[in-house]
């Protein structure tokens, strides 16, 4: 069984600073790419950014400049740093993994149980 376990929401004021952490644990064969999602209330979940296994990252246009996606692969972690922070990133932060369990040959969806962050003075 996979899980992904995050880590480091809160409430912070806006233009600051905030790490989320993601690990993952299990019987893991291998992961792909890794990302973290975010979804306000009442939107739809949306791509924060996202991380290759070789470190090929993509953002969000209202995460360029601000956020910085990494990963440790010997840790089986991403790393979501966020900063500049405003009112509007405001959500539940959900870390994704592409992963393939050790028991199968396919890969699959793999979520966290998600985090809050509030950005509020």
């Known amino acids: 069984h996979v899980q992904l376990g995050e880590s480091g929401g809160g409430l912070v004021q806006p233009g600051g600073s905030l790490r989320l952490s993601c690990a993952a644990s299990?019987?893991?064969?291998?992961?792909?790419?890794m990302g973290w999602y975010r979804q306000a209330p009442g939107k739809e979940r949306e791509l924060v950014a996202s991380?290759?296994?070789?470190?090929?990252?993509n953002y969000a246009d209202s995460a360029k400049g601000r956020f910085a996606i990494s990963r440790d692969n010997a840790k089986k972690a991403v790393y979501l740093h966020m900063n500049s922070l405003k009112p509007e990133d405001t959500a539940v932060y959900y870390c994704?993994?592409?992963?393939?369990?050790?028991?199968?040959?396919?890969?699959?969806?793999?979520w966290g149980q998600g985090t809050q962050v509030t950005v509020s003075s």
């Open positions: 994704y993994g592409w992963i393939r369990a050790a028991w199968r040959s396919d890969f699959g969806d793999n």
């Open positions: 991380i290759t296994a070789d470190s090929k990252t």
């Open positions: 299990g019987s893991i064969g291998s992961i792909g790419v």
